[in-house]
């Protein structure tokens, strides 16, 4: 592992670091959107999701309770370390990075709607490109003031949610949930590609495991236990929002969590709603901001990209020219509005990673018996299988899903072209 990396994040930290990713931007966008396929039923969609999540995480957690838990990479070290190659972790490497990326992007622009709609007079390009610069000079300062902000954002995020919620429960109607599966079956299973886009990126703080503290006993806890929390968080928002507005207002709503606020809330609780959408995407800008280049010191420490890509500073213990080169990407996606050539694959590259990452939990007893033996979390063998198997047919089906989509298959097929002819050169280099 780096020895410059700093173990500078601690157990509240880490909890802010997978709930500000989660209570991002996802909820906030994506209820309307699967609303007009399943209606209501939205609500239950969350609920079935949940189980999927946690089954995925599981993988997660007993990696992470390895000596590899101590490591920065995620699914690209344990992958890799599983099958013993590189080439399936780098390639599924290089789309996680290309992902990360576009979503910096995308967070930027909505962070600057929200703004905008907040403060009229501020400029919307501004606002994006500001925000983009501000999370990169707090990585570069310390991962420590990256865990100070998400901790401090969380705290506003999570006043402005039981302003939403807790007053909320009390206006619901009740004729709102009716019908309840608007489009029957085939409605509701279309419904879940999207509502699963608010639950990835959970598997983000499997990057940081190179600086949290006690990191094999933390991290398998606080991914399960996170995970379950904003599992009802979500039930609830969706819960609120679609009891509260009619079907006639979702219809034209792109963001039903204000909206549904603005009927029941007086002015001031209302914006402090908005405030609470700036602070769900600026949480979720911060912590996907550290993922790229965390992705990166594994590749350069198995000789798969330049050393200096991943080089941590020994004064600020983060790796700034890795911090660089995505903020230079995330820019130049931003500005010149092509942010959906790297985004639209984003979904389902995550949905492939978590595909392999479960296949290779799954074969990590029979790859490489002497890792498995140094598994410490406290999950059954049994529990540990169902989970893989749960989380590898889900996957499988949301990748049948979202292959359906014939651009996002060709964008995903050139994006893992040029990871492969990237992984032939970084052999080249390893071997000479």
């Given at each position: ?224 236990r996170g995970i379950a929390a904003t599992s009802v968080i979500y ?101 010149s509005g092509r942010i959906s050539v790297a985004l639209n694959i ?87």
């Amino acid at each position: 592992m780096p020895s410059n990396l700093r173990r500078d994040l601690g157990t509240l930290d880490s909890y802010a670091a997978l709930l500000g990713i989660l209570i991002g931007a996802g909820i906030f966008k994506v209820t309307s959107d699967a609303w007009a396929l399943t209606g209501p039923s939205v609500i239950l969609g969350y609920l079935v999701l949940a189980p999927v999540i946690l089954a995925t995480s599981v993988a997660y957690s007993v990696f992470l309770s390895t000596p590899l838990g101590r490591a920065p990479g995620g699914e690209y070290t344990h992958i890799s370390r599983t099958f013993g190659g590189y080439g399936l972790a780098f390639v599924g490497a290089w789309l996680k990075i290309i992902s990360y990326i576009g979503a910096l992007a995308y967070l930027a622009n909505a962070f600057a709607d929200y703004v905008t709609e907040l403060v009229p007079r501020v400029s919307h390009m501004g606002a994006a490109i500001g925000s983009l610069l501000l999370f990169y000079a707090i990585h570069v300062a310390g991962v420590r003031w990256f865990g100070r902000l998400q901790v401090w954002m969380c705290a506003l995020l999570f006043v402005s949610l039981i302003v939403l919620i807790v007053p909320g429960l009390f206006a619901i109607r009740a004729e709102n949930y009716r019908p309840f599966f608007t489009h029957g079956t085939s409605g509701f299973l279309a419904s879940l590609a999207p509502l699963f886009f608010a639950y990835a990126g959970f598997e983000s703080l499997a990057q940081a495991a190179g600086e949290v503290r006690d990191s094999t006993s933390r991290l398998p806890r606080i991914f399960i236990r996170g995970i379950a929390a904003t599992s009802v968080i979500y039930f609830l928002m969706s819960a609120v929002a679609l009891g509260v507005l009619s079907p006639a207002q979702l219809r034209v709503s792109s963001a039903p969590m204000a909206d549904a606020a603005a009927t029941y809330l007086p002015v001031g609780a209302a914006a402090m709603v908005t405030l609470g959408a700036i602070m769900a995407v600026a949480t979720s800008l911060n912590a996907t901001m550290l993922v790229p280049s965390r992705v990166a010191i594994m590749l350069s420490e198995d000789g798969l990209a330049p050393r200096w890509v991943g080089r941590v500073s020994a004064r600020t213990g983060t790796p700034i020219l890795g911090l660089t080169i995505t903020l230079a990407v995330a820019l130049a996606l931003l500005i010149s509005g092509r942010i959906s050539v790297a985004l639209n694959i984003a979904v389902f590259a995550l949905v492939v990673l978590y595909f392999l990452h479960s296949l290779a939990f799954l074969l990590l007893p029979r790859l490489n018996p002497e890792l498995f033996r140094s598994v410490t979390v406290n999950i059954p063998l049994s529990v540990q299988r169902i989970a893989a198997v749960l989380s590898m047919g889900a996957m499988a089906v949301l990748i049948v899903q979202l292959a359906r989509d014939r651009a996002t298959m060709v964008l995903a097929g050139f994006w893992t072209l040029i990871g492969a002819v990237l992984y032939a050169f970084g052999r080249m280099r390893r071997h000479e």
